[in-house]
């Protein structure tokens, strides 16, 4: 089985720049696995729950390294898990490049650039 870098975020590699997916390509065949829509109204059990459920499903993968990030409790939970089970986890750092412009009816516009630099491994 050739390694494997699971992307569990809600950003598709397909969408990366070229450093973030070569970073990721050096470690295992990129494979996205989308990141649950979590509605503010869940439960700690029902994010408890769900994150067992995709910890289960990502390590049937046996993984070489997976990119978890997106809503805080459920990473967390998640991430908890997967290094439990010795699996490398990563969260992506970007380097944010802020430009603002002042409109000409007086309001302010704000455009936010990242631009990848590193995986970084939890734990």
């Known amino acids: 089985m050739d390694a494997v870098f699971i992307n569990h975020t809600n950003h598709c590699s397909e969408y990366w720049s070229e450093e973030e997916r070569h970073a990721a390509a050096a470690l295992g065949r990129i494979v996205d696995m989308a990141f649950p829509d979590i509605p503010p109204s869940a439960s700690e059990a029902e994010i408890e729950q769900l994150a067992e459920a995709m910890a289960q499903q990502i390590a049937a993968q046996e993984p070489a390294a997976v990119l ?38 007086g309001s302010t516009r704000r455009i936010s650039q990242f631009r990848f630099t590193q995986f970084r491994r939890y734990g």
């Open 68 to 105: 978890c990030q997106g809503e805080y409790t459920y990473t967390y939970a998640l991430v908890t898990k997967l290094l439990a089970r010795g699996i490398c986890v990563m969260a992506a750092c970007s380097e944010r490049v802020v430009e603002e412009r002042r409109e000409p009816d």
